[in-house]
């Protein structure tokens, strides 16, 4: 093969490799970090008029993930939704490289937009010691700068948030793994006694970071439960529409995305925004959701409509 031929072979195999690399790292960042948004509609008679037409908006499983410098295109995206309220459910710190000051500074900049409730998720659990001697443990510093912002942090505990005189009921359990490291406190809400914090009276939505506890949330009597933790399973495609795997469902997993119903109990599954060991997604790109709610008349069925 003379020199010129070889040459011009060497140099269409560097471009074909150089082309596919591109290729691949922009359809990694399609499918890994641009954002993509889904709206329910739920209408109950439990939901009182002076929500109705209330915009809330569910983050989960950032994992310190950015999405534009700074975060800036998740903030102009919560900023276009006009949001009354934003729940966070979870994992907004990835223990294999937590970096606090990152989640900190776009959550304070998100609350600023709407009024954040935040639960935590299993990876804060790790972080609440510090990985090494003689460092700050991670979580106790984020979780100081999220008060400071005004987040409200649910350890367990309910809130009324009241309009017009009617009122919702919101409760924030710890992820599990996170609570069984706290002292033992009566007062804290947890799985067990879920059922007795409910208010049949209210619409209760229950912030929490597990979906694989569905069959507990709904023995318990939540209207609308908000989580995470799946990621999507990862790799939704055929023959996985529902997810390859999730952490504590393990391969094909049941709860990964969506709308779920048991009894009167709605839950919601977030796909996340971020990932934390296993950097892929297919067919799974980052979820913002957007659920409105809406007061039922004549004392119609609880559903859920996705836009
Ligand atoms: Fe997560």
New binding site residues.
């Given amino acids: 093969m003379s020199r010129p031929v070889l040459i011009t072979l060497l140099f269409l195999g560097v471009l074909t490799l150089g082309l596919s690399g591109w290729g691949l790292t922009l359809w990694w960042r399609q499918e890994n970090r641009q954002l993509s948004l889904t709206t329910y509609r739920i209408r109950s008679p439990k939901i009182p008029p002076a929500f109705s037409g209330w915009r809330l908006v569910h983050l989960?499983?950032p994992?310190n993930t950015q999405f534009g410098e700074g975060n800036n295109q998740l903030l102009e995206l919560l900023r276009s939704l006009k949001p009354d309220l934003i729940c966070l459910t979870?994992?907004l710190l990835?223990s294999y490289a937590p970096q606090v000051d990152l989640a900190a500074s776009w959550v304070e900049r998100t609350q600023a937009i709407a009024p954040l409730y935040y639960v935590t998720?299993?990876?804060e659990a790790r972080l609440l010691e510090a990985p090494e001697p003689h460092q700050p443990a991670p979580y106790p510093l984020l979780e100081e700068r999220l008060k400071r912002a005004g987040v409200t942090i649910l350890h367990g505990q309910s809130r009324s948030i009241v309009r017009d005189r009617e009122s919702l009921n919101i409760i924030g359990l710890d992820d599990p793994y996170f609570a069984s490291l706290l002292p033992p406190d009566p007062q804290r809400i947890e799985l067990s006694n879920l059922a007795r914090h409910l208010d049949p009276q209210r619409f209760n939505i229950v912030l929490c970071?597990r979906p694989e506890l569905f069959s507990l949330y709904a023995q318990a009597g939540c209207d609308l439960v908000l989580t995470?933790?799946?990621?999507g399973g990862q790799i939704r495609c055929w023959p996985f529409p529902n997810g390859l795997l999730a952490?504590n469902q393990g391969f094909w997993p049941r709860y990964t995305a969506g709308l779920y119903t048991q009894r009167s109990t709605h839950m919601l599954v977030s796909r996340?925004l971020?990932?934390?060991l296993l950097p892929l997604r297919i067919n799974n790109r980052p979820q913002v959701i957007v659920i409105e709610l809406l007061a039922a008349e004549g004392g119609k069925q609880f559903g859920m409509l996705n836009a």
């Fill in positions: 989960s499983d994992h979870g994992d990835d998720g299993n990876h970071h995470g933790h799946a990621h952490p996340g971020g990932d934390s």
